[in-house]
């Protein structure tokens, strides 16, 4: 996936600036961006804050270290029940 030239930050002003009542196509002229990048944005990040965008972060990261101990724990019980199967 392509990484985008504005940070979440901006996408969230972006946004905001919309919804004080500026046009889309005056906000993609403005910013340099297509209009279906906009929409894209807009059911990604509408009705955000930026302290949302951070406790949205840290919530993914946490996911993701989650994820990782579930699945060393899975791993280390699969390899305790084939020992186990072996010695039966």
Request: hydrophobic letters at 35%; charged letters at 35%.
């Given at each position: 996936m392509?990484?985008?030239?504005?940070?979440?930050?901006?996408?969230?002003?972006?946004?905001?600036q919309?919804?004080?009542?500026?046009?889309?196509?005056?906000?993609?002229?403005?910013?340099?961006?297509?209009?279906?990048?906009?929409?894209?944005?807009?059911?990604?990040?509408?009705?955000?804050?930026?302290?949302?965008?951070?406790?949205?972060?840290?919530?993914?990261?946490?996911?993701?270290?989650?994820?990782?101990?579930?699945?060393?724990?899975?791993?280390q019980?699969?390899?305790?029940?084939?020992?186990?199967?072996?010695?039966?």
């Open positions: 392509r990484k985008s030239k504005f940070t979440e930050t901006q996408i969230v002003s972006i946004l905001a919309y919804e004080k009542g500026v046009k889309v196509i005056d906000l993609c002229r403005e910013h340099g961006i297509s209009q279906p990048t906009f929409y894209q944005w807009q059911r990604k990040y509408s009705g955000m804050e930026a302290s949302d965008l951070k406790k949205l972060k840290d919530m993914e990261s946490e996911l993701a270290q989650f994820k990782r101990i579930v699945a060393d724990l899975t791993l019980n699969r390899i305790l029940k084939d020992v186990i199967e072996k010695k039966l």
